[in-house]
């Protein structure tokens, strides 16, 4: 996927919250689909989410976006709880070059998962984000969404990083096995 420059509106903010799944829970509100957007961060654990057969795991440290229309479910199948951030919102509209990992991601059309990185960028970005949501002072809503922006942000280039690298290393493999070859 190529990398290039992207923007998108966000229209509010509708829940933020860490949760605790444990062994054997299941959360199957999303079957039908999603009616917003959303970013949900694995603290620890595991979470399994079914997407119409497909499965996707998020471990520690990973992040997920998950568009509105989405269906699926979630569930913990392990001894050890997942715990999570999650932040619900309504994104009004976005710009991306066709192709890239942001419209592809944006678009609903590729899922992907990053990872937090030894920063905990992520992690901290969430924390700050539930502290503003609980307290509900004066701004909150405003300072909510400046959060979502940067986790989206943070989640874009990372995703765009790790697909260019990606998508470069499999040139570079396919290239050296030729080389190999002869």
């Given at each position: 996927?190529?990398?290039?420059?992207?923007?998108?509106?966000l229209?509010?903010?509708?829940?933020?919250?860490?949760?605790?799944f444990?062994?054997?829970?299941?959360?199957?509100?999303?079957?039908?689909?999603?009616?917003?957007?959303?970013?949900?961060?694995?603290?620890?654990?595991?979470?399994?989410?079914?997407?119409?057969?497909?499965r996707?795991?998020?471990?520690?440290?990973q992040?997920?976006?998950?568009?509105?229309?989405?269906?699926?479910?979630v569930?913990?199948?392990?001894?050890?709880?997942?715990?999570?951030?999650?932040?619900?919102?309504?994104l009004?509209?976005?710009?991306?070059?066709?192709?890239?990992?942001a419209?592809?991601?944006?678009?609903?059309?590729?899922r992907?998962?990053c990872n937090?990185?030894?920063?905990?960028r992520?992690?901290?970005?969430m924390?700050?984000?539930l502290?503003?949501w609980?307290?509900?002072?004066?701004g909150?809503?405003?300072?909510?969404?400046a959060?979502?922006?940067?986790l989206?942000?943070l989640?874009?280039a990372?995703?765009?990083?790790?697909?260019?690298d990606?998508?470069?290393?499999?040139?570079?493999?396919?290239?050296?096995?030729l080389?190999?070859?002869?």
């Open positions: 996927a190529e990398v290039s420059d992207f923007d998108l509106s229209s509010e903010v509708l829940l933020v919250h860490r949760n605790r444990v062994q054997n829970f299941h959360f199957n509100d999303y079957r039908s689909g999603r009616r917003m957007d959303g970013l949900v961060l694995c603290v620890s654990g595991r979470g399994i989410f079914d997407f119409d057969g497909e996707q795991e998020l471990l520690a440290g992040m997920a976006f998950l568009p509105s229309g989405s269906a699926y479910a569930r913990c199948e392990d001894a050890r709880p997942f715990v999570h951030y999650t932040v619900n919102f309504r009004s509209g976005f710009e991306a070059a066709e192709g890239t990992a419209w592809q991601i944006l678009s609903g059309e590729r992907f998962v937090d990185g030894e920063d905990g992520f992690e901290a970005c924390e700050r984000l502290s503003l609980q307290a509900k002072r004066n909150y809503r405003v300072m909510a969404k959060a979502v922006y940067e989206m942000g989640y874009l990372s995703a765009g990083r790790a697909l260019r990606g998508e470069g290393y499999g040139k570079l493999r396919a290239a050296k096995r080389l190999d070859e002869e």
